[in-house]
Nanobody, 115 residues
Framework: QVRLVESGGGLVQPGGSLRLSCVAS????????MGWYRQAPGKERELVAT??????TNYAESVKGRFTISRDNARTVYLQMNSLSPDDTAVYYC??????????WGQGTLVTVSS
């Protein structure tokens, strides 16, 4: 069974930073893309950032210049979030596309930006 487990969420003050981590486990063979999405209260889930198997990245306009997605091995992806604002408050979900067309989601980690 392929699973994603996120960690690193929490409460942070405006202007602060957090780093989210996501570790994949199971027999996924090959990863095509990993990414982060978020869902704020009362809103739809939206893309935050993705990184392909060759390192290509894509960011939502709202996070460009503040967030950085990276991978350090075949199973772990990070989201470094800087200059956080209350608008970034949401549940952040890790996502993985593997074996070309299969998809799995993590359980989500809550990020709250508040003073």
């Amino acid at each position: 069974q392929v699973r994603l487990v996120e960690s690193g969420g929490g409460l942070v003050q405006p202007g602060g930073s957090l780093r989210l981590s996501c570790v994949a486990s199971g027999n996924f063979l090959s990863i095509n893309r990993m990414g982060w999405y978020r869902q704020a209260p009362g809103k739809e889930r939206e893309l935050v950032a993705t990184i392909s198997n060759v390192g290509g990245t894509n960011y939502a306009e709202s996070v460009k210049g503040r967030f950085t997605i990276s991978r350090d091995n075949a199973r772990t992806v990070y989201l470094q979030m800087n200059s956080l604002s209350p608008d970034d408050t949401a549940v952040y979900y890790c996502n993985m596309i593997y074996r070309s067309f299969l998809e799995v989601w993590g359980q989500g980690t809550l990020v709250t930006v508040s003073s």
